[in-house]
């Protein structure tokens, strides 16, 4: 069955620094990619997906994330973050062999950034 | 405004009360979903329904139940609910028949205590 790993369950980050949140998944030969974000005391947002074409995919607020196929990894960037970045941050993945209507979820990343 | 609504948004009962909590879109999606949030374990998937009266399991559906009468609610059923059930409930939609592909769209939550 498809899984979704976020090796890093919390980082903390300074003010302007660089991030990268990490998200791995089990391998297969087709899939769909997503990345959402929670704020704290909300529902979850879509911040980018991956469906098809270029791997390197933008998403907003200024994150993007590069699919990597051979790796299995989809992993977050942002070359300078924000108090407002503060969030939970999950990791998706849509396993179009087996689970065709389902996306499964990573664990998620608390995102911390220290003023 | 296009939103996903759920109430109530925080509940406290006991062991074996039943409760439902109810979902509505106003974005004439056809699918909907239902996700618990827990700890260091991501969303799970409870029920999902791409269409009315089209409804499945997801991957945690034992003590749950739902139904699809009408395309823009899709409430949770707890028959008799039980401490284990304690947990932070979303309900999301998307446009599609399928929720592998399209961004999901999630409600505040509901934070349920079973005493």
């Known amino acids: 069955a498809q899984s979704v790993t976020q090796l890093d369950s919390q980082v903390p980050v300074f003010e302007e620094a660089p991030v990268e949140l990490r998200c791995n998944y089990s391998?297969?030969?087709?899939?769909?990619l997503f990345w959402y974000v929670q704020y704290p005391n909300q529902g979850l947002q879509l911040l980018l997906k991956y469906l098809s074409g270029s791997t390197l995919v933008k998403g907003i607020n200024g994150f993007e994330a590069e699919f990597n196929k051979s790796q299995t990894s989809f992993h977050l960037r942002k070359p300078s973050v924000h108090i407002s970045d503060t969030a939970e941050y999950f990791c998706a993945v849509s396993d179009l062999r087996t689970s065709y209507d389902k996306v499964i979820f990573g664990p998620g990343t608390s995102l911390s950034v220290i003023p | 405004e296009a939103q996903v609504t759920q109430n109530p948004r925080y509940l406290i009962t006991v062991t074996g009360k039943k409760l439902t909590v109810t979902c509505s879109q106003n974005m004439n999606h056809e699918y909907m979903s239902w996700y618990r949030q827990d700890p260091g374990l991501g969303l799970r998937q409870i029920y999902y329904s791409m269409n009315v009266e089209v409804t499945d399991k997801g991957d945690v559906p034992e003590g749950y139940k739902v139904s699809r009468k009408e395309k823009r609610n899709f409430p949770l059923i707890l028959e008799s609910p039980s401490p284990n059930q304690t947990s932070l409930y979303f309900c999301?939609?998307?446009?599609?028949?399928?929720?592998?592909?399209?961004?999901?769209?999630f409600g505040p939550g509901t934070r349920l205590t079973v005493l």
């Open positions: 999301a939609s998307s446009p599609g028949t399928s929720g592998h592909s399209d961004t999901q769209y």
């Open positions: 391998s297969s030969v087709s899939v769909y």
